[in-house]
């Protein structure tokens, strides 16, 4: 097999894939609504996860090629603490800001701390591992540098986020205009750590850290 035509299955997969991800969460997002830890911890995985194991196999590629490694673990924590800390300083600030104080129980919810954490986790998990750890990890393997593939996947990654803005959250749209640009700006950084490591725990953690001042300020 060429290199062309390797070339050529991996952007017809990763095609295949987000748009997949895209119509398929749309729908779910517009049809149903169960409870978070039957959604995080059941349903995105089914729906994210499941197909990825396809697409690695009929690449003959195994999970590793996915970022699931503990190699470079510790260097990706501590660029996605780095990172991630700018996110959770800008979630206390805007919580302070709309609360007059630091209201952390505003918009948790009635769960308790370590399972709306747990979630959490489960989300990354099942985001990161698709959109940072295939799309992009994929991506950049057709693509020279990491430009094109990084832009590419963070667009893919803004629109899938676009039906939770309206039909969850019920944002206005200069509500979801504000929500998608940080979530694009996070895809970016995401993207960029999980280059530097090739390690997709350094993105989850960010993206743990990410999505919480988002829960606290919203």
């Given amino acids: 097999m060429t290199a062309k ?3 050529t299955s991996i952007i017809k997969n990763v095609t295949i894939y987000v748009a997949y991800l895209i119509v398929i969460w749309a729908f779910y997002r517009f049809l149903f609504k ?3 830890d039957i959604e995080e911890f059941i349903i995105k995985p089914i ?3 499941i197909p990825l194991v396809y697409f690695v196999r009929k690449e003959k590629e195994t999970i590793t090629s996915l970022g699931i490694t503990l190699k470079n673990l510790f260097p990706s924590i501590y660029l996605s603490l780095g990172l991630g800390s700018v996110f959770v300083i800008e979630g206390l600030l805007s919580n302070y800001l ?3 104080q630091l209201n952390f129980a505003a918009n948790i919810g009635s769960l308790p701390l370590m399972t709306s954490l747990g979630l959490s986790f489960a989300t990354a998990f099942s985001e990161e ?3 940072r750890g295939y799309i992009y990890g994929r991506l950049t393997k057709v693509f020279r540098g990491e430009l094109i593939a990084n832009l590419i996947q963070t667009i893919a ?3 899938v ?3 939770i803005a309206f039909f969850i959250w019920n944002y206005t749209v200069p509500q979801a205009a504000v929500y998608l640009a940080i979530t694009a700006i996070f895809g970016l950084g ?9 390690n997709i725990f350094g993105s989850i953690f960010l993206h743990v850290l990410w999505e919480w001042p988002i829960i606290l300020f919203r």
């Fill in 5 to 7: 035509v390797t070339k």
């Fill in 34 to 36: 169960f409870p978070d």
């Fill in 47 to 49: 729906v994210w996860l």
């Fill in 98 to 100: 709309k609360y007059g």
């Fill in 129 to 131: 591992t698709a959109f």
């Fill in 157 to 159: 990654w803004t629109i």
């Fill in 161 to 163: 986020h676009v039906p």
């Fill in 190 to 198: 995401s993207a960029f750590i999980f280059s530097r490591t090739k």
